[in-house]
């Protein structure tokens, strides 16, 4: 009997992820060769990808709505794969910065609360015993004790991660002690993953 798998990612660590690999290797990452290496000749239940709806004005400007509509576009092609399912979870807010450079003062949209949907639906699949494995791709330590709590119910989660501190992508070494087991996405791994 093969072990069934779950694949929860965080949206913005594979925006983070695609980034890397585009700028390394101009290629984009494909979330549905992701899952397949990942999932490998285990049975794969489902991937859950979480993520926010990107920021918009009350007033959106055209570049705010092109935005919106490509991200908008992204989500539905995840539902259309098999086994994979969007998570709409959380909300962007525009958070107040100072340009370390210039002291120029200005607003950044950043996310908030898809970890925390992440992290529920982990705790409560594996209290329900859902799956064998969870295979959570994030380097989120705020996620480090729903792992703990995920392994309390005899569930493995692996965590897979990138680490690269040029790009400032990295992988929480306290969310990675605690799991069951965690792979590092070199860029070979990524590039393998890519889209044709």
């Not at 969007?86 to 370390?100: D, E, Q, T």
């Not at 003062?105 to 609360?113: A, S």
């Amino acid at each position: 009997m093969t072990s069934k798998v779950v694949i929860l990612v965080d949206g913005a660590y594979f925006d983070n992820l695609n980034y890397y690999l585009r700028d390394k290797k101009d290629k984009k990452l494909s979330l549905e060769r992701l899952s397949e290496k990942i999932v490998g000749d285990k049975t794969h239940l489902r991937t859950k990808y979480y993520n926010a709806y990107p920021y918009q004005s009350e007033k959106p400007t055209q570049k705010e709505k092109d935005n919106y509509r490509r991200t908008q576009n992204f989500f539905y092609t995840i539902n259309g794969y098999k086994n994979h399912e969007f998570s709409n979870v959380g909300r962007v807010r525009l958070n107040p910065c100072k340009c370390p450079y210039c002291n120029k003062e200005y607003e950044k949209p950043e996310q908030k609360g898809v970890d925390v949907g992440l992290a529920l639906d982990l705790v409560k699949m594996a209290r329900k015993r859902v799956a064998d494995e969870f295979a959570l791709i994030s380097g989120d330590e705020d996620l480090t004790a729903a792992v703990e709590m995920a392994q309390e119910e005899l569930c493995n989660v692996v965590v897979y991660y990138v680490s690269d501190n040029e790009y400032g992508i990295y992988g929480s070494k306290k969310l990675c002690s605690v799991a069951s087991d965690r792979v590092r996405m070199d860029l070979a791994f990524l590039e393998s993953c890519a889209m044709d």
